[in-house]
């Protein structure tokens, strides 16, 4: 396995906490400008629009006044597999190897060229973060402008995805070759949508790191006697083995609780674990 | 007028009837053509698919249409290389059925991609892992396999076989046949599989996911089994329409009742093991992911738990029961139940395994996606049937699909 950083792995990840997000959609918007989203002919077609990040409304489901609402912003979980050995669900069932696991920073590549649009990746993911583009890629008048020219835009008939912003990984790493730099800093690589988020619900950095905000967020609080984790910290569908790369934080049980599914009685068995680690 | 290229001895209805016939399902075959070009090259906005339903008819047509051509691989096994000779009968049946289905296949698959000029990509990229990639590699070689059976029916015509060089070549391939068919079976069990293996190996998809043998999940084999079981039933429900339009008897019922007890078998031990499969899977597999049996067929508009009674009880059970009971299938209606059953039973399992796994919601808060295919993807799965109705009428009325119609029809 070729690995850069003289033989350390990076695990870029992403931090979103729930409680913080006003649902203001600024991640979305930074995102698509970013990475050269194009413009539908149809908006209403809800199902065929593309938003690599796109903001869920989540509710408790209880009536006025109890009723409470949270914003949950769900990019590519760029997922570890089974084993953390990049057997994602979608890279693994990939026929023509369009789409991998970069093992030297954990981000799961998407390979426009290569892509035949079979959509096998996409019946695969869980998360539903996999677009395909139905129609031709279009800009309104004027507005071609404003492409980034660091980012490939898509042909009609290949499928694509949030990608980290990797093109900001390859420019912080030039930037340090440069400077005859071994390691890149935190804040030298970070997503359009962390620095969009006018809340700061968004934080980006290499979980493997220790002295990266992501690794001090999720890792085990001093008070969780033994927990592998903070409490508060979750992923979506954990329990399918996906091994995602993106927490949530949340400190109300029922955000936490519609991070996956549970059986009746399971949930009150996993929160009494983080309650008791709690104490 | 074309009474020279019709076998001898055989009576075909006139041939201004066979031409209106074949231009009325003509039509049909242009407006899938339409809607195939639209598709092309318009894209697949043509059709009503979405990010959600990303597999939808199209591959359910796929999979339907390689299950039900099952029946060419497992009596080419059964008459070659188990040496069973009375299915020599309706082996031409079976192979021109399964060349249909599989050209139908290809053709699907060539539609469904969305950049069709890449579609090579499959072979040239191969990621080894992939249940698609095994699945693209044996369906071409399966699809060569199966031209190859069918040469030899083609050079039988009789004005082809009249051509010394056409009329050896013709010999000679029937002498080396066992080796293909042989083959055939070989490649059609791994891409019948590797079909099953595509839903069972999603494991973030609690519908589809299935453990595993080795490095397959069960549905692999179950897929290829239930080919075999319920392809036969495919081949003999063509055979009694065939006999029905023609108002003639084809094929001996000794020949027939033979393959229907064999599938009748094969039904009854898959349906057994599709049986202890569904309770693993919602007894253990699907409760590990957070999921009841009940979540998978309830609060939505379409898929209840009706589907899985259907399949298994109705199109699986009742089928098998028919079929291995000799004073059952040897009753021809019964036996008509059994096989149109049979058949419906392995299309809807397919339907379930491609649309249903894409309609039920996995995140807690997603909610299920229904779907109703656009005129352009109707008319492109109609396409195939189509194109199936005139090579079939072709083949009977101008080569040996049947070796005992006259012997049978001798008035
Ligand atoms: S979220 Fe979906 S697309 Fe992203 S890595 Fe996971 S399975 Fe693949
Ligand atoms: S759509 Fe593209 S990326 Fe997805 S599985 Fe097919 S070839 Fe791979």
Redo the contacts with the bound molecule.
């Keep these: 396995m070729k690995q850069d950083n003289h033989g350390k792995n990076h695990k870029y990840g992403m931090v979103i906490d729930l409680d913080k997000c006003t649902g203001c959609g600024s991640c979305m918007v930074a995102c698509m400008s970013e990475n050269n989203v194009p413009f539908k002919e149809d908006e209403t077609r809800k199902k065929d629009s593309i938003t690599w990040m796109r903001v869920y409304k989540l509710t408790n489901g209880k009536p006025f006044p109890e009723t409470e609402i949270c914003y949950m912003p769900r990019p590519?979980?760029?997922?570890g597999g089974k084993g953390d050995h990049g057997h994602?669900?979608?890279?693994s069932v990939c026929p023509a190897v369009a789409?991998d696991y970069d093992h030297s920073t954990g981000i799961?590549s998407q390979i426009y060229t290569r892509c035949f649009g079979c959509r096998y990746?996409m019946g695969?993911?869980?998360?539903h973060?996999?677009y395909f583009n139905w129609w031709d890629p279009k800009w309104p008048e004027g507005m071609e402008n404003y492409l980034s020219p660091d980012v490939s835009p898509r042909m009609r008939g290949v499928v694509e995805?949030c990608s980290f912003c990797f093109h900001r990984y390859q420019q912080a790493k030039d930037r340090a070759y440069v400077e005859e730099r071994e390691e890149i800093e935190e804040q030298e690589y970070q997503t359009a949508c962390t620095q969009a988020c006018p809340a700061g619900a968004i934080t980006f950095g290499d979980l493997n790191n220790p002295d990266h905000a992501v690794h001090q967020m999720v890792k085990p609080d001093p008070h969780a006697c033994g927990k592998p984790r903070n409490p508060k910290a979750f992923r979506l569908l954990e329990r399918l083995e996906?091994n995602?790369k993106v927490y949530y934080i949340s400190e109300r049980d029922w955000v936490r609780k519609a991070g996956d599914n549970y059986l009746e009685g399971e949930w009150e068995k996993v929160k009494n674990n983080h309650d008791k680690g709690h104490e | 007028m074309d009474s020279a290229l019709i076998p001898e001895g055989a009576k075909r209805c006139p041939f201004p009837v066979f031409a209106a016939g074949i231009a009325i399902v003509g039509v049909v075959v242009l407006w899938g053509v339409y809607a195939m070009g639209l598709c092309w090259l318009k894209g697949l906005n043509q059709t009503n698919m979405n990010d959600y339903y990303g597999f939808a008819l199209w591959i359910w047509a796929d999979l339907a249409v390689i299950a039900i051509g099952g029946g060419a691989f497992f009596t080419g096994l059964l008459r070659y290389v188990f040496g069973i000779d009375e299915l020599k009968n309706i082996i031409n049946l079976t192979v021109v059925i399964g060349f249909i289905c599989y050209s139908s296949a290809l053709l699907i698959l060539a539609i469904d991609i969305g950049q069709p000029l890449r579609g090579w990509f499959i072979f040239w990229h191969a990621n080894v892992h992939s249940m698609l990639t095994e699945v693209a590699f044996c369906l071409s070689l399966y699809f060569s396999v199966l031209t190859i059976e069918f040469i030899p029916l083609i050079l039988e015509n009789r004005q082809v076989d009249k051509v010394p060089f056409f009329h050896n070549l013709g010999h000679n391939m029937h002498g080396v046949m066992a080796i293909f068919a042989a083959t055939g079976a070989f490649l059609s069990c791994f891409h019948q599989g590797s079909l099953g293996g595509v839903a069972g190996v999603m494991y973030?998809r609690p519908f589809a996911y299935r453990e595993g043998l080795l490095v397959w999940p069960w549905t692999f084999f179950l897929f290829t089994w239930s080919a075999a079981a319920y392809g036969p039933c495919f081949t003999l429900t063509v055979l009694k329409m065939f006999e029905g339009i023609t108002k003639k008897k084809l094929v001996k019922d000794n020949v027939v009742h033979l393959l229907a007890k064999i599938s009748g078998w094969m039904i009854f031990t898959y349906i057994i093991a599709k049986i202890i499969d569904t309770i693993y899977w919602a007894t253990v597999t699907a409760p590990s992911q957070g999921f009841k049996l009940m979540d998978f067929y309830s609060d939505n508009a379409f898929y209840g738990i009706w589907i899985l009674i259907l399949e298994i009880v109705i199109c699986g059970i009742v089928p098998a029961i028919i079929l291995t009971k000799k004073s059952f299938r040897e009753n021809s209606r019964l036996l008509l139940i059994a096989v149109v059953l049979g058949t419906l039973g392995v299309c809807l399992n397919r339907w379930v395994m491609v649309l249903q796994i894409m309609a039920v919601p996995v995140m807690s808060f997603d909610t299920w996606a229904l779907y109703f295919p656009s005129w352009q993807e109707i008319a492109t799965t109609v396409l195939p049937v189509a194109y199936g109705i005139i090579l079939i009428a072709l083949a009977y009325r101008y080569l040996p699909v049947f070796p005992q119609e006259k012997e049978l029809n001798a008035d």
């Excluded at chain 1, 695969?124 to 998360?127: D, E, F, H, I």
């Design positions: 590519c979980m760029h997922c994602s669900p979608c890279v789409t799961v990746c695969a993911c869980p998360y973060v996999r995805k996906t995602p | 973030a």
